[in-house]
Structure formats: C-alpha cells, structure tokens
C-alpha cells in the first residue's frame, strides 16, 4: 500500500500523529512539541478521548487518535462475548467522539466508521482491533489523499514567488500545499501568527514549513494587519473545524480578526475543507471554551496578578463576506454556493 504521507514532515507522518500497537496508543504530544518529542501512551480508549480534550494532539490530529482508541477498545473488548463486545465498542464510539464539543459530528463520522468496520469484523470471527486499525489507516490515507488534490487548487491561488500568511495548524493541507508548492518550484514565504494560548502555529505550523524547507517567519498574533500592509501578504489561508452550509467558518480563535484585517488590505482569504453537511448555520455550533487561566499564563509560568481574570474561547466563526473561496476536492466555491459541492455526491472523507 502506498502511504500517503510521502515527503511530508516528521509530525505529518501516520506513526507521529498517533498510532495503535500492543494493546496501546501512543499519540505525539503536540503541547510540547518540537521543544520535546515525547508521546502520551494511553492504555485505554477512556484516556485516548481524555487525551483529545486535553489537547495532546489538536486539528485534524482528534480524527487519528479517535480511530486508534477504537482499536484499542477493540483489544480491551477482546475477551468478551460478541453482543458484549460489539455494546463496548458503541459505547467508546461515544465516549471518543464527544471528547470535545465543537467538532463532534465529524469526530462521530470517524467512529461510526470504526465500529462498522469492528462489528463486520466480530460477525467474522476476526480480530475487531486489527480491522479498525486498518480502517484508521485507510481513513489517513484518503484523508491525506483528498487533501492533496485540495492543495492543488489552494497553490493555484499561490504566486510563484508569493508571501502566504496562515493561522494556526492547519495539519495535512499545510503538508500537502507545502509538498505541491515544492513539486511546482514555487518560492513561498511563509507568516505565521503564534496562535496563543497553545502556541499551535508556532511550535507546529512553523515546525512544518520548515521541516519542509520553506522561508518560515512566525509573528505574534497581533501583528497580522501591520505584516499584511508591510510583507507584501499575497494570500492569507486556513482551514477550518467546520465549514458551515451557509458560509461562515468556524476556525482556531483569532481566524476572524486576520480575516478582516485581510478584507481591509486586498487580501484573498480562502480556506480549505469539505463542507460540513451537519451543519447548516451558526445554529448548530457550539463554541468550546476552555480553562482562562491559560491565558493568564505562557507556557506554565503567571503573566498576571491573582484575581485578574482570563476569557478563552477555542473557536471564533468568520462570515461569508470575509471569505474569498472555500478549497474543496471539487474545486474552489464561493461560501454562498456550497450546495453545489453536493453535486453528482460526496465521498467519504472520514
């Protein structure tokens, strides 16, 4: 089988994102990395879901790790009988898809197709650990495969020497925009904001692009619109935890603010993503926000003094006028016409 993270940087790589081996699950701890590489190894699919709420792996990383803990419920449901494993295996689905709440939809497409895949295989009398790894695996791969054909439409909006502004950790399109840019000879430079509190773009946007060998300047997450007016910004992209049927964005806290400093410079923002069928509008969204004493700290040591409080919400959500065109697998669409993406049907993406 041909992997699908070929020339991809270390992070991108399907045993560093999280993997499934031995009756365990070893996730690459992305809230340290690449100050240290060490990985989280969880020994139950209870602190794999623990370890997707604390945020040991972010962006599309949930949706490996999700798989793998499948897996594992699987090896931990070995020993039972059939109707008890396959009830085991229902109830992890659960509990790993509703690890965080903004994005349980998509993350309940992963285990559904994980338990289908683990039930098949107990109806079999096969190893239901083994049939959801492979599940996992074929997943990555046409996940990263759909995002390569993305990144072919993303880097036809690149110029061929052009300065690009991200936000925060876009995971497998950073990968593949930077390995088609590389196979086009496009010269890009890349700005990217920090992405506080977790420091996402800077310790792992950053990380890629220059594991991949391109011009990597991180800058800090109030200085978007000064660079956009100062560097020359040709395309400010993203992608996004869900992509709503009517336009808006719903993407890591401060996507908005770029966005309309973006709008204010001439700037085309185009974010990259399939969109996400469940969710028709701002209705059905829920804004996860997370412990505010990490904005009251960087990195483990108190900016502030006791008292002072702290306001953190994960996810702010950008409206349609702000957004240029939504990348998908199809082509590049304008946010107001995003029923057309369902023409002639939708592959499975998860």
């Known amino acids: 089988m041909r992997r699908e993270d070929h020339g991809m940087a270390f992070m991108l790589q399907y045993e560093n994102v999280a993997w499934y081996e031995d009756g365990k699950v070893r996730i ?8 240290k590489t060490e990985f989280v190894v969880c020994d139950s699919h209870e602190e794999v879901a623990q370890a997707i709420a604390d945020m ?17 419920a699987a090896y931990e449901a070995r020993d039972m009988a059939k109707d008890k494993a396959i009830e085991y295996l229902e109830k992890a689905a659960y509990t790993l ?7 349980v939809a998509r993350m309940e497409q992963v285990t559904a197709g994980c338990f289908e895949a683990g039930k098949a295989a107990l109806e ?3 190893k239901a650990d083994e049939a959801i790894f492979n599940r996992t695996i074929d997943s990555l791969n046409r996940r990263y495969s759909t995002m390569s054909t993305v990144a072919k439409y993303l880097v036809d909006m690149f110029p061929d020497k052009g300065n690009v502004m991200t936000q925060c950790f876009a995971e497998t399109i950073v990968g593949t925009m930077l390995r088609e840019a590389k196979a086009r000879n496009k010269d890009i430079k890349l700005f990217v904001p920090e992405t506080r509190p977790y420091l996402q773009g800077a310790r792992l946007t950053a990380s890629v692009g220059q594991g991949q060998g391109f011009d990597t300047t991180v800058i800090t997450d109030n200085m978007p619109a000064l660079t956009m007016s100062t560097k020359g910004i040709d395309v400010f992209t993203s992608a996004a935890d869900l992509i709503l049927m009517d336009g808006h964005v719903v993407n890591k806290i401060g996507t908005y603010q770029i966005a309309i400093a973006a709008k204010y410079h001439g700037v085309p923002y185009f974010v990259t993503g399939i969109p996400d069928l469940d969710h028709t509008d701002v209705s059905t969204v829920t804004i996860e926000e997370r412990d505010p004493q990490q904005v009251l ?11 002072v409080k702290g ?3 994960a996810f702010d959500i950008t409206p349609p006028h702000l957004v240029s065109g939504v990348v998908t697998d199809k082509g590049i669409y304008t946010p107001y016409d995003l029923n057309r993406y369902l023409e002639g049907g939708v592959k499975d993406y998860y």
């Open 28 to 35: 690459l701890d992305r809230r340290i990395y690449p100050t």
């Open 56 to 72: 040991v792996t972010q962006s599309a990383g949930p949706y490996t790790a999700a798989g793998m803990g499948m897996a594992l």
């Open 97 to 103: 898809s509703h690890a965080r709440p903004t994005t």
């Open 124 to 126: 079999e009398g096969k």
């Open 297 to 307: 700290e960087a990195r483990g040591v108190q900016n502030t003094l006791e008292g």
């Open 311 to 313: 306001y953190y919400p």
